[in-house]
């Protein structure tokens, strides 16, 4: 709050107080300073709610209506749902990747009256959201914008059909790319989204009736400098084999390493299918996260 000095401050109101232009600026950076201080103490960076893209027509995209926080705390919101055009084909050319992302602007009124010339004399400041589409990607390290999504043109230069009926693979959210706003969490946690960043092993396997499936996960050096370092685990299993029952669990291993004498705690994922009488059909999807 610039003009707050050193420390927070807001008005105290009494009967016939006189009240100059600076106060009421001073109320207001207060709210918004507040504001931003909760999104930055809080909350991660990233789309907090809507903000999808959708294919319009095969030059044209939408970008759905919603809001987002970018690092200083600014809350970007989109009140309408925006139609950004593609069909620039000296911008937009048939190969191209488009990335989309959101940035938080703000703008002054014009003066009253209109004859002014003192900026100063606007009566109302605009909170804009500024959604680009662009072929160059942006900075990861900007911290003044929140990365929506991405998209490349097809063999036509089109606007690719989406897979909405397949979410993991659909091409416009892009995960590695997207960033998604969410709650922060003490130091040492480790939150889902974090978990879900990073996919080590996936499949579909027939397990035989009592018997153990292992599927290896990332290891830790033995002799690494950090001894409080570990891996997280994810782990989502299902079965399409009707009365299937299943468990699994962690088990560690020590092996060195056929390159080098160096030793590595191996971890696995033991997948046990606990009927004696039939064989079961199992789906995994494991994710890990160095910690």
């Known amino acids: 709050m610039s003009s707050q000095s050193d420390q927070i401050q807001r008005l105290h109101y009494f009967d016939n107080q006189f009240?100059?232009?600076?106060?009421f600026t001073i109320e207001q950076e207060y709210h918004l300073e507040m504001r931003r201080r909760h999104n930055r103490g809080l909350h991660t960076k990233g789309v907090a709610e809507g903000l999808q893209i959708i294919k319009t027509s095969e030059k044209q995209i939408?970008?759905?209506?919603?809001?987002?926080?970018?690092?200083?705390?600014?809350?970007?919101?989109?009140l309408k749902?925006?139609?950004i055009s593609l069909a620039d084909t000296t911008k937009y050319k048939n190969d191209s990747t488009i990335y989309v992302f959101a940035q938080y602007e703000e703008k002054r009124e014009k003066p009253q009256p209109?004859?002014?010339t003192n900026e100063n004399q606007s009566t109302r400041f605009f909170e804009n959201a500024v959604i680009?589409?662009?072929t160059k990607e942006p900075d990861i390290k900007n911290k003044q914008i929140?990365?929506?999504?991405?998209?490349?043109?097809?063999?036509?230069?089109?606007?690719p059909d989406q897979q909405v009926d397949v979410p993991d693979k659909d091409q416009f959210l892009n995960k590695d790319f997207r960033e998604e706003a969410a709650a922060k969490i003490p130091e040492f946690s480790v939150s889902i989204q974090q978990l879900k960043n990073t996919l080590v092993a996936e499949g579909t396997t027939n397990i035989q009736a009592g018997g153990e499936f292992p599927v290896r996960t990332p290891g830790i050096s033995?002799?690494?400098p950090q001894p409080s370092k570990s891996v997280f685990l994810l782990v989502y299993a299902h079965s399409t084999t009707d009365g299937a029952i299943f468990n699994w669990r962690q088990q560690y291993k020590t092996e060195k390493l056929s390159t080098d004498s160096e030793l590595m705690i191996r971890q696995y994922v033991l997948f046990q299918n606990e009927l004696t009488d039939k064989p079961i059909n199992l789906q995994y999807k494991i994710y890990a996260l160095e910690g």
Do not use: P
């Open 81 to 83: 749902d925006l139609l």
């Open 222 to 224: 033995v002799t690494s």
């Open 114 to 116: 209109e004859t002014s």
């Open 19 to 23: 009240l100059k232009a600076e106060d």
């Open 132 to 134: 680009s589409a662009e």
């Open 146 to 159: 929140v990365r929506i999504g991405r998209l490349k043109f097809d063999t036509n230069g089109n606007v």
């Open 62 to 78: 939408t970008v759905k209506a919603g809001f987002a926080i970018d690092e200083d705390g600014n809350e970007i919101i989109l």
